[in-house]
């Protein structure tokens, strides 16, 4: 079944603000934790990716948050931009498999 | 990284008949997966195709209605089986990259399947 989930279907965020996503996990057994965009008409695109022995990774203008006591993790996009509306899945990797969250719509106000 | 190339890259087909889908990958990969993506939602694994071996489904899916084929380590097919209109979705292939770095998984651009 599904391990992870993702707590609001649709976030709105002005233009150079920053965006927050975030996404519940029930399975404490995964691997990695991912981040995907994928944008209309496409497949998913990786973003980034944290193992589950960490708590922080930063990327270009990325950075992922996971809490295992919570089971929680988070995407912040800094400085949101156009070419960042986009649905945001989070997906964990275990068992030689990655298996996808329910996405978030992210929509970029001008 | 890998090119993933699907096609069709969509199809309108009549239900009762079926589909094969294709996916050629340009590196030899142990493993190919297969994701269905429904209007509006998230990708869910349909099955693990390993060269040389029986796919492997997920709950909810099963080979009769699914049948996949992987002759090689660069090659899978799907085909969707006595297509009914609720099986019109994106397909989409993908292959995992494990690096010391990423953790990361590469897709096809997808077929959009309607069926009618």
């Known amino acids: 079944g599904e391990s992870v989930g993702l707590h609001l279907p649709t976030l709105s965020v002005q233009e150079g603000d920053n965006s927050i996503i975030n996404c519940a996990y029930s399975n404490s057994a995964s691997d990695y934790f991912i981040w995907y965009k994928q944008e209309s008409g496409k497949g998913p695109q990786f973003i980034i990716d944290?193992?589950?022995?960490?708590d922080k990774r930063q990327g270009q203008r990325v950075t992922v948050l996971l809490n295992k006591t919570v089971k929680h993790l988070s995407l912040q996009i800094a400085a949101t931009q156009p070419g960042d509306s986009a649905v945001y899945f989070c997906?964990?990797?275990?068992?030689?498999?990655?298996?996808f969250g329910k996405g978030t719509r992210l929509h970029i106000l001008p | 990284s890998a090119v993933i190339s699907q096609k069709p890259s969509r199809d309108i087909c009549q239900r009762g008949t079926s589909l094969t889908i294709q996916c050629q990958v340009d590196s030899q990969v142990t493993m190919m997966f297969w994701y269905r993506q429904q209007p509006g939602q998230s990708l869910t694994l349909i099955a693990t195709?390993?060269?040389?071996?029986?796919?492997?489904?997920e709950s909810g899916f099963v080979i009769d209605k699914f049948p996949i084929s992987r002759p090689n380590l660069t090659f899978s097919t799907l085909t969707v089986s006595n297509m009914s209109p609720e099986d019109s979705s994106i397909y989409l292939c993908?292959?995992?990259?494990?690096?010391?770095?990423?953790?990361?998984?590469?897709f096809g651009q997808g077929t959009r399947l309607t069926v009618v």
């Open positions: 195709a390993n060269q040389g071996s029986e796919a492997t489904y």
């Open positions: 993908s292959v995992h990259y494990l690096g010391t770095e990423n953790t990361e998984a590469f």
């Open positions: 997906a964990d990797y275990r068992d030689d498999k990655i298996i």
């Open positions: 944290i193992r589950s022995n960490m």
